[in-house]
């Protein structure tokens, strides 16, 4: 009786232990959940700076999509970063076709990474009209 005991409670942490693990593993975040994340997360903690628009570009690929990337550049502390962001996913919260070349723009950057920056998100953008 005391192996059947035994065995009936390893099954069953077995069978917990391993249905944890298919809920947890099931539950993984795709590279644009990843992005949004960043965005979201740098617009909220992160410091401002001016910066300049350097391009404007769309990309054509292979599927019916295009990608739109902004590249610009700002200083923080002596440092210059040129940095490009993809805004395909943020078209309808600015309009690229009013975006120049060589506009000021405001930068949001992650204080502690000053490399990992933003100038649009979902619920702010720097760039100016």
């Not at 210059?80 to 996913?89: E, F, L, M, P, R």
Request: hydrophobic share 35%; charged share 20%.
């Amino acid at each position: 009786m005391n192996m059947f005991r035994i065995y009936t409670l390893t099954g069953a942490v077995v069978i917990a232990a391993a249905s944890s693990l298919v809920f947890l593993g099931g539950h993984k975040k795709t590279p644009e959940q990843y992005e949004m994340l960043r965005r979201q997360r740098i617009s909220a903690q992160g410091r401002i700076t001016d910066g300049t628009v350097l391009d404007v570009q769309e990309f054509d690929s292979d599927t019916d999509h295009s990608t739109q990337m902004v590249n610009y550049t700002y200083d923080v502390a002596g440092v210059q970063y040129d940095c490009s962001q993809d805004v395909t996913h943020l078209r309808q919260y600015l309009d690229l076709h009013s975006c120049r070349i060589g506009v000021a723009t405001s930068v949001k950057y992650d204080p502690h990474h000053p490399g990992n920056s933003i100038v649009v998100a979902e619920s702010w953008c720097g760039l100016r009209t």
